[in-house]
């Protein structure tokens, strides 16, 4: 079974700085994606970024970068010039893509929260 | 114009009550999902809908019954209310294999 590992509940980050969230996870499969997601205090669940495991390159998207390790299971997201809006809790997610039954069926992080500091 | 919407966003209701959350998506989506975000803001898939036909159906107490009328509605009809049924409940849309989106949530209280 696919698992889903977010080791950091908490972080704090300076306005403007640069801060990284780790998330690492365990699969047998070879066809997958993975997705951040963020939740502001409003409970609302955003995409942040997509990557497919695929694709050797990794996801921007304006201040937000991922870091895809596929060898080592590693999806870390970057937040380059954290601004007081990126407050919320980080969610870290996988999704099988073979096609399958299980296609659609997010598998979710335990979930980091950061805190944006002026 | 509300993408994936969800009714009602607060439930507060007495223990042994049936109740229903209403969720719509105007993405053109064939699937639509139930998820549920506990205490912890643990998330867990519950259910997942392809073109009105059961495809995800995790190990979810059978007091919970999804039901899609078309491809654009996906309701949930909880009986039986149990006090750890409190939680908030996202609905969430995608065409098939793809990336979902969700509504703003259900905040269930259950007394």
């Known amino acids: 079974a696919q698992t889903v590992t977010q080791s950091q509940p908490e972080m704090s980050v300076q306005e403007a700085e640069t801060v990284t969230l780790s998330c690492t996870y365990d699969?047998?499969?070879?066809?997958?994606?993975l997705f951040w997601y963020k939740q502001p205090p409003s409970r609302q669940m955003i995409l942040v970024i997509r990557q497919e495991a695929y694709k050797q390159q990794n996801a921007t998207e304006n201040r937000f970068s991922v870091n895809f390790q596929k060898a080592a299971k590693s999806f870390s997201l970057k937040i380059s010039d954290s601004q007081l809006g990126d407050t919320a809790m980080y969610f870290c997610?996988?999704?099988?893509?073979?096609?399958?039954?299980?296609?659609?069926?997010?598998?979710f992080g335990q979930g980091t929260t950061l805190q944006v500091k002026p | 114009d509300t993408a994936v919407s969800q009714t009602p966003k607060y439930l507060v209701t007495q223990m042994g009550n049936d109740k229903s959350i209403k969720c719509e998506q105007n993405l053109g989506h064939d699937t639509m999902y139930w998820y549920k975000q506990d205490s912890k803001k643990f998330l867990k898939i519950m259910f997942s809908?392809?073109?009105?036909?059961?495809?995800i159906n995790e190990t979810v107490p059978n007091r919970f019954s999804p039901k899609s009328p078309d491809k654009a509605h996906l309701n949930l009809h909880i009986n039986s209310l149990e006090l750890g049924d409190s939680a908030v409940y996202f609905c969430?849309?995608?065409?098939?294999?793809?990336?979902?989106?969700f509504g703003p949530g259900t905040r269930l209280l259950v007394l």
């Open positions: 969430a849309s995608s065409r098939f294999g793809g990336t979902q989106y």
């Open positions: 699969t047998s499969e070879n066809n997958y994606y």
């Open positions: 809908y392809n073109n009105k036909e059961l495809i």
């Open positions: 997610a996988f999704m099988n893509g073979d096609g399958s039954g299980n296609t659609g069926k997010l598998i």
